[in-house]
Structures are given as C-alpha cells and as structure tokens.
C-alpha cells in the first residue's frame, strides 16, 4: 500500500522508545523558545506529527510542549507552521491537571487552524456551545480577510452535524440573517481581477463588468451558484458557500426550532403558515417576516431561480454537469421548506411539475428525478396531483435503462429504504415495478445484495408473490440478459466483436425473442414465468461460467431466505400451497451455475419444512404433488437434500392428528408410493443412507398410523437385522441403516407405543405443565424454588 521508503519511517515512528522521545521533545521545546522558527522546526514538527498519528494509541504531550505549540498555532503568521501546530495538537489529548485546561475564547479573531483545535478536543455541549457562540460572533462584523468566513461556515457545519442541540435560538437568528444576506445580496459585479504587471498596469484599472450566465448572457437578477465571473468577490463566496450549507441549516434549525422553542411550533396552525407563505411572496413584505420565515422564504427564491438558469444552454460541459448538481441540491431544499410550511407546496409545484416534464426523457438527467420523487411523494397527496408518471418514470423507466449506473441503483435504493412505509401506503405502482427494480440487482449483486435485503420484504405482497419468487430464481438469467442486451447494442453484427457468441445469436433471433423480451419485462402481471424455460437454460448454457452471472446466483440464496421470512406474513394457507407446488416445478428447472442448484435445494428444503410446520394441512392438499416428486427415484440422484425434506414431510404430517381429512386411504397410498421407491432403490443399486434412514422412518410413522401395514414395513426391516444390507458402501453405513432399522422395528412391535413415540400427540411436542394451574407440577416447582432460595 506504501512504497518501501514510507514504511520504513512509519515502523520507526512507531516503535521509538520512551526515553528517545523524552529527549525529542526536549529537543523541539528548545527549538520552539527561539525567536526565529526555519526548516530545522518544520523538520521537527513533521516528524513529531508522524510519531502522533502513526499509532492508536493517543498520547499526551508535556505541558511546556504544548503550551508552545498552542502559543505557536495562535500567534504564527506562517501557515505551513499553523497547520502542522494544529494538526499535531488534535492528535494528542489535552493537559492533564488543574488549571491545565487551555482556552482560546479570548483570541479574536480566531484563526481557522485553531478554531478547528478546539472543535476536535471539545469536551462537552457547553464547550461546542461556547465555540459556536465565538464563531458566530466573527460573522457579525465585516471580517479582515476572507479566509475568516469562509473557513467559519464549515466549522458550523460541522458543530451543527454532530451537536445540533449545542445552538440557541440566539445562533439561529444570527446566521439566519446573515445566510439572508449572502444568499440574496451578493454582488452581481465580477471581482477585481489581480494585475499581473506590465507596461499598461497603472493608477487607471478597468472597472469589472457584470456577471453572466452559464450560457453567456448578462446576469439580469440576483447573484447565484451558477453564475460565472472571471473573478469572484468576498460576498459571491460567501454566496457560494452559503447555498452548500443551506439545506442542512434549514433542517438543523427546524430541529432546533422543535426542540428549544417548542411554542413557537405549536402556535402556528398549517393555516398561519399558508398566510405567511403567501404574504411572503412579495420581497417587500418578507422584510416583515421573522429571520428564520425569511431565509426560508430567500431560500425559496434562490432554489426558484437555480430551476431558471438550469433551462438555459452551457457553454461549457462542466457547467451542464453543475446545472444538474444545483437541480438536485435545489429540488431537495424545495423539499424540505415545504415539509416546514405546508402553504410553499402550491407556490412550489408548477416549478418542480415543469421540471419534472422537461427532464424525464433525459436519461442523462436522471440523479435529478429522485429528488423530484421526493417531493411528489411528500406533497402530492397535498397538491392533489396525479403522480403515477413519475413512479412510472423512477421506478419503470430508469431502472430498465439505466441498470448499469451505479450511482442511480445506489440513489434508488436509498430512496426506497428511506420511504417503504409511505410508498407502500401512496404508491400502490411501487410494487408492480419488481421486475424493473430487480435489474440493479442483476448487474451488480455483490454491491447491492445488503440494500435489497433490507428492500425486497417491501416488494412481496399477495398479488407479486409467486412471479417474484420466479423472478428471483431467474435472477442469474437476467444478469445474463442484460449482458447479452448491452453487448448487442455495443457490436453490431456487422462488427467482429458482435459474433462468435451462440447466446447473443439466440438472443437477436426472432423465434427466441419472446423469452428474452419476458425476461426484460418491466412490470409485473404478464405471467407468473415462461413455459419453454428449459429452452431459455439451453441458450443460456456458456453464460454459466460467466463471473457476473455467477455473482448474481451467489446472492440468490440470501434473497430467498429473506423472501420466505417474509412471505408467510403475507400469504393465505392458499397462495402458500402454490409456493410449494413453485418449489417442486423449479427444482429441476434452474441455470446449471456450479454450486447454484445444490444450494437453492438447500434453501428449498429448509423452507419447506418451515412451511409445513407452520401449517400442517399443506401436506393434504398437495399430497398428489409430494407423493409424485417422491415416488420418482431419479430425484434421488440429483435432488437429495431436498428429496429426503419431501419424505419426511410427507412421513410427519400425513396425519388424522394434524388433518382431519388426512383418511386411511391416503395414508395407505402414501405408504405403498414409498415402498415401492425403497424396494427399487436397495434392490438396483447404492442408495444414500440418509435416503433409506429418511424412507424407513417415514414408512414406520404411516404404518403405526394405519396398523394393518405394520406387517409389511416389519419384514423389510427384519431382513436389515439379518444383514441383508450388501448395497451399502461402507460398514458405517451399514451400522448407521441396521441401527435406525433395529429401533424401529423394536417400536413396532408395540403398535400403541410406536404411535405414542413416532406421532407423539401436541401435549408431548409442546408441553405447558408449568403453566398449568390444575396441574400437581407448578405447586412442586414453586416450592422447590422456595426451597433452593438463599434469599
């Protein structure tokens, strides 16, 4: 990570004994009493910072030391020594001791360097609030150099991000009017431009001309971000930094606001805060307003003239891209005054609806439609405004053509995360666009499977359940879909690097069109997924080995889990018997992905178990299903993990105990379907053990169920205690089956106590004897409490 040289000062840095540095800084406190600080005290001081920054360790100081470095800090007119002072103080603790603790609130005016000391060792809400108090009061004269404001607004910044409690109403009020006057009074005259010397530089300097816009033309109303001067005047700065720091300050002091100066909130009505928009919107009348309604309303007119100047053509590429900076920075200040004052929403909407009209066929403008988003989804209801083209648009439009932009999926999800109630409740489109959404995921699943954790309980719902569980286990064709998508409009067939690919010819071809189109699909509701999928796996079969196809297949075991967790707190006992027909059909119908099918059985048999414990009767109603799948030995081979979660359910379950309907008849075909697949498999070749354990077993519950097939399963297991057992591979195999056949065939000699321990009732499974006031337990249990008591 470093070069050899920088480690080497780093381990040495790092490993200097304790006596060495008491000599140091000795050394350098000598160096410091001196008049005259040259190259041997920046020497020092360098090497002091590293050996203070390249440990974890913090450390303190000697007193004298850093008496002179804060002297030093304070006092230097030399920035390189202020720089390296400051950075070496925040790396140490303060002095320890009475009478210890330095102070700086007598300095004026307060270096930014030292400022910033102060800020990283304050100690307590007090101290941030004594800072925040100097800093603010250096804004309320006009400042000796520039560099005094400037570097005063990002301290704020930074006391208001972790410390917003630290500001009284006074420091609202006092940088509320002073953001008034940056935002709204600055200078439409370019600064002065430096002579650079020559024959004509005289007493007589040009006099600087107007500023212009981004497209050339002479500024015609108030100064701001996107306005361009060859120079920039101490007010176009202050300008400048002032709309940075502007949206977070409106959210801070509305916090503030809520918190200090509760009264103020609670006697306004919504109706109050109409009449004061609308009285605000003249600038003679918002000269009456409080400070902070006035920079509310300033801000207003500053975001309403950045939408303005964002409509005209740059001159410059760099410029086209601040103009969409601004807009999203604009929109979300917007945004936020009118969750202030519900009565800016109708003065706000013809702005943002215009912009939302000229920008959303502009894929390159799309970091501003989320912001617009924003604010339809917190305001429309207000405004009353249809807003089913921008869901359309955001969650249709830009995900399907904008897939592989990182930026927008993670400003997307993001958005998602932070509004899922409120869409789920105003934006019933939201759900309809999974297909859509899901495409970020297909194209970059490692960055972006922790979001759609947290995403995709929002997406499952009655009516998308199925086709998104589908959708899911497509996701690994999707991610191939797109490539091949990208790939195609890239190359051309003409061109070289447009053929040789047997996927992206299937692809271009019409008579496979149709599968690829369903798979590219935007929304949700044309079919729950495709008949010819084992086609579309055979087209798909070189994208296997693909590395972001295999990504994509490595988060769709997370997602399931995350989907059944989420599907059973949703679906009726009907849609949860389709869910388990889905898990049967597609078990066999997946991308041949190394490791990919083993681990969807995984997931698939995990979830069936949990399905059917939760409710029984699944087992009932599918048992046609389940006894297909399970009398069928070729899933032995391939689907074992998941076969042996068939048997025992269906072993477990077919019972009159968890289904009245479940009648002899059933229970018998059950058994017969099970027999015949155990006779099959130890007569034909080497089955699993922990098939014929899970076969055995399952046969011995039916049969202690239905007593007149004890006889038959008690001859197959009596020929497993006479060592009848040669298809087994190994002698643990073999003590595993005769065992479990031994234990068996011990219970069902006994037909009662075999159905008592192999279908034990509820009372047995979920005992609540403690709990039982009738009961002689909880007595006992009490009084052996007493008892045990040292109390």
Same mark, same amino acid.
Not at 322 to 337: F, N, S, T, Y
Not at 585 to 608: C, G, Q
């Given at each position: ?21 008491? /000599? ?33 360790? $913090?450390?303190? %100081? ?22 390296? *002072? ?23 005016? %307060?270096? =930014? ?16 609030? +004594? ?20 570097? $005063? ?16 109403? @006074? ?10 006057? !940056? ?10 431009? +430096? ?41 176009? !700065? ?18 503030? *606001? ?43 007119? #500053? ?12 001159? /410059? ?17 917007? @945004? ?9 929403? #109708? ?14 066929? &502009? ?22 405004? &249809? ?91 999707? $991610? ?13 067939? =003409? ?42 796996? @055979? ?6 080995? !693909? ?50 099918? +083993? ?21 009932? @109603? ?18 074992? &993990? ?50 014929? *354990? ?22 197959? %297991? ?8 040669? !298809?087994?591979?190994?002698?643990? &195999?073999?003590?595993?089956?005769? $065992? ?23 009372? +047995? ?10 009961? *002689? ?15």
């Amino acid at each position: 990570m470093y070069s050899a040289g920088t480690e080497s000062l780093i381990k040495q840095a790092r490993e200097i004994g304790e006596e060495e540095l008491q /000599k140091f800084y000795c050394r350098i406190t000598k160096q410091l009493m001196g008049k005259e600080h040259g190259h041997d005290v920046i020497d020092s001081l360098q090497r002091l910072h590293l050996i203070m920054a390249s440990t974890k360790y $913090t450390r303190r %100081l000697p007193v004298e030391l850093h008496q002179r470095l804060l002297s030093l800090c304070v006092s230097s007119s030399v920035e390189q020594l202020t720089v390296l *002072t400051s950075a070496v103080l925040r790396e140490t603790l303060p002095p320890s001791g009475p009478g210890q603790i330095y102070t700086l609130h007598d300095h004026s005016p %307060l270096p =930014s360097h030292t400022a910033a000391l102060m800020l990283s060792q304050a100690g307590s809400k007090e101290d941030l609030s +004594a800072l925040s108090s100097l800093l603010l009061r250096s804004l309320e004269g006009r400042p000796a150099g520039i560099l005094s404001h400037l570097h $005063t607004l990002p301290l704020l910044n930074t006391i208001i991000t972790y410390c917003p409690e630290s500001l009284t109403e @006074d420091h609202v009020t006092l940088l509320s009017k002073r953001l008034v006057d !940056w935002l709204r009074y600055a200078s439409v005259q370019q600064g002065g431009v +430096a002579s650079s010397g020559g024959f004509f530089t005289g007493p007589r300097i040009r006099q600087p001309g107007p500023v212009v816009e981004l497209d050339g033309c002479v500024c015609g109303d108030f100064f701001t971000v996107l306005c361009v001067s060859q120079a920039f005047s101490d007010d176009q !700065w202050m300008n400048l930094y002032s709309f940075s720091l502007l949206r977070h300050w409106l959210i801070t002091y509305h916090n503030v *606001t809520d918190g200090n100066n509760s009264t103020d909130a609670d006697d306004r009505s919504e109706v109050d805060g109409s009449v004061v928009s609308m009285v605000s919107a003249t600038s003679s009348s918002s000269r009456l307003l409080p400070p902070k309604e006035r920079l509310r309303e300033k801000s207003f007119q #500053y975001c309403q003239r950045l939408i303005e100047q964002s409509d005209r053509k740059a001159l /410059k590429r760099t410029d086209t891209e601040l103009q969409k900076a601004c807009l999203v920075e604009a929109v979300r200040i917007l @945004d936020g005054v009118c969750v202030e004052d519900a009565g800016c929403v #109708y003065r706000a909407f013809p702005c943002v609806k215009s912009l939302f009209g000229r920008l959303n066929s &502009d894929l390159s403008c799309s970091r501003v439609l989320l912001p617009i988003a924003q604010f339809y989804l917190n305001h429309g209801e207000t405004a009353a405004v &249809d807003s089913e083209c921008v869901w359309r648009c955001v969650f249709g439009v830009l995900p399907a053509e904008c897939f592989n932009d990182p930026y927008l999926a993670h400003e997307t999800l993001s958005f998602i995360r932070a509004n899922q109630l409120q869409l789920h409740s105003s934006v019933p489109l939201y759900t309809h666009y999974f297909p859509s959404l899901l495409k970020f995921l297909a194209w970059d699943s490692p960055g972006l499977v922790s979001d759609y954790v947290d995403v995709l309980p929002s997406l499952v719902t009655a009516g998308t359940a199925v086709e998104l569980l589908h959708s899911l286990l497509d996701l690994p064709c999707l $991610t191939a879909a797109l490539t091949l998508q990208l790939r195609s409009a890239c190359f051309p067939v =003409s061109e070289p690097g447009g053929r040789g690919l047997s996927s992206l010819e299937a692809f271009r071809s019409p008579a496979h069109r149709g599968l690829f189109l369903f798979l590219l699909r935007g929304e949700a509701g044309s079919g729950d997924t495709m008949d010819r999928l084992s086609v579309l796996h @055979d087209l798909l079969m070189e994208a296997a080995d !693909w590395s972001r196809v295999i990504q994509s297949a490595q988060s769709v075991p997370v997602l399931l889990h995350v989907y059944f967790n989420t599907v059973t707190t949703v679906s009726d006992e009907r849609l949860l018997a389709q869910l388990v027909l889905v898990l049967l059909e597609r078990s066999s119908l997946l991308l041949n992905i190394p490791k990919y099918t +083993a681990e969807i059985h995984r997931v698939f048999s995990h979830h069936l178990l949990k399905l059917c414990k939760l409710h029984p009767s699944l087992v009932v @109603d599918q048992s046609r299903e389940l006894l297909e799948f399970a009398g069928t030995t070729t899933n032995i081979h391939s689907k074992e &993990d998941l076969y042996t979660h068939v048997v025992w359910v269906l072993g477990e379950y077919l019972s009159v105990s968890f289904d009245s309907r479940c009648s002899v008849d059933l229970v018998t075909s059950c058994f017969e379907a099970l027999e015949a697949v155990l006779f099959e498999i130890t007569s034909s070749g080497s089955p699993s053990p922990r098939v014929v *354990t899970s076969l055995l077993s399952a046969l011995a519950k039916l049969a202690s169920r239905s007593h007149d097939l004890i006889p038959r399963v008690s001859l197959f %297991l009596s020929k497993l205690r006479s060592g009848a057992v040669s !298809w087994c591979g190994s002698e643990e &195999d073999v003590v595993a089956v005769v $065992t479990r056949g031994e234990e068996l065939w011990s219970l069902l000699k006994l037909p009662s106590v075999a159905l008592s321990v192999l279908t034990p009732p509820s009372l +047995a499974t979920s005992p609540r004897w403690h709990r039982d006031a009738n009961a *002689t337990l909880p007595p006992r249990l009490r009084t052996l409490t007493g008892l045990t008591d040292t109390r």
